[in-house]
């Protein structure tokens, strides 16, 4: 049974989270300020910690900062604010990964189970995760910024491709063989026409994410999803 340490104020959200996670194998021990987590957490040596933004006491980008100075746990940290800024913070001072609230227990199961298949050195078989984007192929689920995010089956296709080589350059033609089993005519634009799609609906704009490398293809950055 994994133990998981969650420091969050709100009781009812608490109690969501702990008895969905009962439901599969994991031990919740909530604590509810933050400046009650250290010494839980050195008491209860816990496996995993689920730690929310805002609590009383002390807030959770303290608290994540205390643990770290003492453990390499995995920390996910809980939060409801959309600042970038604070985002980046949070990993450049230890946190693993964070979802946003409000929480859906499957995303946060999910988001527990890669942490921990990372720190346990295991391959993610069924999931890729990179940043704040999450793949799942058992089921074809995608989440971004801790929210489901609807994919149309071409799109799924042609992300989970890209995701499977990531870092690498890969030709349209390429795409399409992957994808159909067809061979790119230089006139079909629908490998243009749905990464458009996909950079619209992970804020891409700037094509950060799915790089557009001229003349050659394009290239998923694994680094960029944060």
Same mark, same amino acid.
């Given at each position: 049974m994994v133990h998981v340490m969650l =420091?969050?104020?709100d009781a009812r959200l608490a109690e969501l989270v702990t008895e969905y996670l009962a439901g599969y194998e994991f031990k919740v021990d909530v =604590?509810?300020?933050g400046d009650e987590a250290l010494p839980r957490f050195k008491a209860a040596n816990p496996d995993i910690v689920v730690l929310d933004l805002m609590l009383p006491g002390m807030d959770g980008m303290k608290v994540s900062q205390q643990i770290r100075e003492i453990s390499d746990v995995p920390i996910l940290i809980m939060t409801a604010?959309?600042?970038s800024y604070d985002e980046v913070s949070l990993l450049e001072q230890g946190a693993d990964d964070f979802i946003n609230k409000p929480v859906q227990p499957r995303v946060l199961l999910a988001r527990l189970r890669a942490l921990l298949r990372r720190r346990q050195g295991k391959p993610d078989a069924d999931q890729l995760v990179f940043g704040q984007l999450s793949i799942i192929t058992s089921d074809r689920s995608v989440t971004w910024r801790g929210q489901p995010c609807a994919l149309s089956n071409t799109e799924y296709k042609l992300l989970l491709v890209l995701a499977e080589s990531a870092g690498s350059v890969l030709s349209r033609d390429a %795409? %399409?063989?992957?994808m159909r089993g067809i061979e790119f005519d230089g006139l079909d634009r629908s490998i243009d026409n749905s990464i458009s799609k996909l950079r619209r609906k992970f804020d891409d704009t700037d094509g950060e994410k799915i790089k557009t490398v001229w003349g050659e293809g394009y290239l998923f950055s694994p680094s960029a999803w944060n």
């Amino acid at each position: 049974m994994v133990h998981v340490m969650l =420091v969050e104020d709100d009781a009812r959200l608490a109690e969501l989270v702990t008895e969905y996670l009962a439901g599969y194998e994991f031990k919740v021990d909530v =604590v509810p300020r933050g400046d009650e987590a250290l010494p839980r957490f050195k008491a209860a040596n816990p496996d995993i910690v689920v730690l929310d933004l805002m609590l009383p006491g002390m807030d959770g980008m303290k608290v994540s900062q205390q643990i770290r100075e003492i453990s390499d746990v995995p920390i996910l940290i809980m939060t409801a604010r959309e600042d970038s800024y604070d985002e980046v913070s949070l990993l450049e001072q230890g946190a693993d990964d964070f979802i946003n609230k409000p929480v859906q227990p499957r995303v946060l199961l999910a988001r527990l189970r890669a942490l921990l298949r990372r720190r346990q050195g295991k391959p993610d078989a069924d999931q890729l995760v990179f940043g704040q984007l999450s793949i799942i192929t058992s089921d074809r689920s995608v989440t971004w910024r801790g929210q489901p995010c609807a994919l149309s089956n071409t799109e799924y296709k042609l992300l989970l491709v890209l995701a499977e080589s990531a870092g690498s350059v890969l030709s349209r033609d390429a %795409l %399409l063989k992957t994808m159909r089993g067809i061979e790119f005519d230089g006139l079909d634009r629908s490998i243009d026409n749905s990464i458009s799609k996909l950079r619209r609906k992970f804020d891409d704009t700037d094509g950060e994410k799915i790089k557009t490398v001229w003349g050659e293809g394009y290239l998923f950055s694994p680094s960029a999803w944060n």
